[in-house]
């Protein structure tokens, strides 16, 4: 499920880990579930409002009636017609806006954008109406691939979004961020991001892929 330019990793570390990007090196194996908590945040002129944390077990029991498993194809952004950089798997979670709704007690009307940030600091973002809308589909919060919670860290799990991820059916892979720790909601609307921020092509430095996040197959 390659997400940008892959980098061979140990195997204890996961293998191929694909939310890489230069000078940063990812090992999902340092993080414990134990002690490891997603962290929830609104904010509004730059002050958190509302914040909250969940475990694992939070994210993966609470709301099993919502929870949905389905196939899903990801596409890296750098991915060429014919290219190699694209992949598929099963994964299992649930719609994001239940946890920000229900856990956090988000204030919709205060919001603009839907800010989240990984281990390795790898950090995108997604429109409000992205994440409250089912059409085409809801944007998930997930924790299981291929059948198997990732908390179980088998078959593929490390590298494919240990301890959980989003995964965004209609878009590029840079959208589905992995391995998170942070989802921010909040005022600003500024399209910030570590791949939103560069251009598409180096001859046309004023379009960003801020400009281009649908998932078109280039096979």
Wanted: glycine letters at 8%; a negative charge; hydrophobic letters at 35%.
């Amino acid at each position: 499920l390659n997400f940008c330019s892959p980098v061979n990793l140990p195997e204890e570390a996961g293998g191929f880990y694909i939310q890489f990007f230069e000078g940063r090196e990812y090992r999902p194996a340092d993080l414990d579930l134990s002690t490891w908590r997603l962290k929830l945040t609104q904010t509004v002129n730059g002050s958190v409002i509302k914040e909250t944390n969940l475990s694992f077990d939070d994210i993966a029991t609470r709301y099993p009636t919502e929870e949905a498993s389905f196939f899903q194809t990801f596409q890296c952004v750098g991915n060429t017609p014919g290219g190699f950089q694209m992949s598929n798997g099963y994964f299992s979670g649930v719609p994001l806006r239940f946890y920000l709704e229900n856990e956090l007690g988000v204030d919709w009307a205060q919001a603009n954008r839907v800010y989240f940030r990984s281990y390795d600091g790898y950090t995108t973002n997604h429109l409000k109406a992205r994440i409250i809308n089912d059409d085409p589909t809801p944007a998930y919060l997930v924790y299981k691939f291929n059948g198997i919670p990732f908390s179980e860290r088998r078959d593929g799990s490390l590298a494919h979004g240990f301890p959980v991820r989003m995964v965004v059916p209609d878009m590029l892979g840079m959208k589905s961020p992995k391995a998170l720790m942070e989802i921010e909601v909040s005022d600003r609307d500024e399209v910030d991001g570590y791949w939103e921020s560069r251009p598409v092509r180096s001859s046309e430095p004023e379009i960003t892929w801020a400009d281009i996040p649908p998932l078109q197959i280039n096979s």
